[in-house]
């Protein structure tokens, strides 16, 4: 028998036929693949354009205003005599990196172990707590101000930082809490059972294998969740109070930047809404190098990991 006698290859006549109705077709998918493109380029455009806004708006009204005093002294409350009185934001800042440093001290274990706890437990409590997590992410952040007002600042009897701090907190346990699962799911299965084959407990594997290749991912969650938390105004609101002087003490009243943002926006004097736009810009400027530092740090940590 020659070649020429042989029946005919089905695997080749089925490939022709796919590359036959690939070219008939090829036109139509073409078109409507560069159709969506364009749309998603399109819709691309329209969501900077309130971004590029905000940002134009946010530097060409604050630039002004910043300056080494403004960032290091107290506020000055303006006068009928002097009105353009402003002062400074520097206890506000303080209050800021004071209420969210004590914030992600009390939340950041909590919620990595939680995040430990759903990455490696398969039973209906782990279930639970995982929509109780995805409940919490969505609540607005108004209930949390209104939480801590109703069981610290009425317990107490005084506005303080430490309102502040547990409602931040509350805030941020969910959101570090889903970054940590997911970052604990993320690796490999073959590290964990190679741990185990050596004979190491459970925790022991969890501690010294699982904990250091998801740090990473765990690190750019409390990054983030930190960012957030320093720029919400209402949970904060409601619940530390104001001040115009320098106050370490998270058992007293404090200030933030969110609030004094809050309060000279809504001020009488223009000297004061000017001024918030200097507040915010400075809040917008320290968000963002939060989130950058957490891009930062998590990319060089995976390139020495590999």
Not at 285 to 302: D, G, I, Q, W, Y
């Amino acid at each position: 028998m020659t070649l020429t006698e042989l029946p005919p290859d089905p695997i080749i006549e089925r490939r022709q036929i796919i590359q036959a109705r690939a070219a008939k077709t090829l036109m139509r998918r073409t078109i409507v693949s560069r159709t969506f493109l364009g749309l998603l380029l399109l819709a691309f455009v329209i969501a900077l354009v309130p971004l590029i806004s905000v940002i134009y708006a946010l530097i060409s009204k604050g630039i002004s205003s910043i300056s080494w005093t403004f960032l290091t002294t107290l506020p000055t409350q303006p006068s009928l005599i002097a009105q353009n009185a402003i002062g400074g934001i520097g206890n506000a800042i303080l209050g800021t990196i004071i209420i969210g440093g004590l914030a992600a001290l009390v939340a950041v274990p909590l919620a990595v172990l939680i995040g430990l706890y759903l990455a490696e437990s398969i039973s209906r409590t782990a279930d639970f707590l995982r929509a109780i997590i995805e409940i919490m992410t969505g609540l607005p952040s108004i209930l949390l101000g209104v939480f801590a007002y109703e069981y610290v600042v009425l317990r107490m009897k005084s506005f303080s930082g430490l309102a502040g701090i547990v409602a931040l907190a509350v805030l941020m346990v969910p959101v570090i809490a889903k970054a940590a699962e997911i970052a604990f799911r993320g690796v490999p299965s073959t590290l964990r059972e190679a741990g185990l084959a050596l004979g190491a407990r459970t925790s022991k594997v969890s501690r010294g294998v699982i904990l250091p290749a998801a740090m990473p991912g765990v690190i750019t969650g409390v990054l983030l969740s930190l960012a957030r938390a320093l720029g919400e105004t209402a949970p904060i609101l409601l619940v530390i109070g104001a001040t115009s002087t320098w106050s370490w003490n998270p058992l007293g009243q404090m200030s933030a930047l969110p609030l004094l943002t809050y309060n000279y926006s809504g001020s009488q004097y223009q000297s004061q809404r000017d001024a918030a736009w200097g507040v915010a810009l400075t809040l917008v400027f320290m968000v963002m190098v939060l989130s950058l530092t957490s891009r930062f740090v998590s990319a060089r940590m995976r390139r020495e990991r590999r």
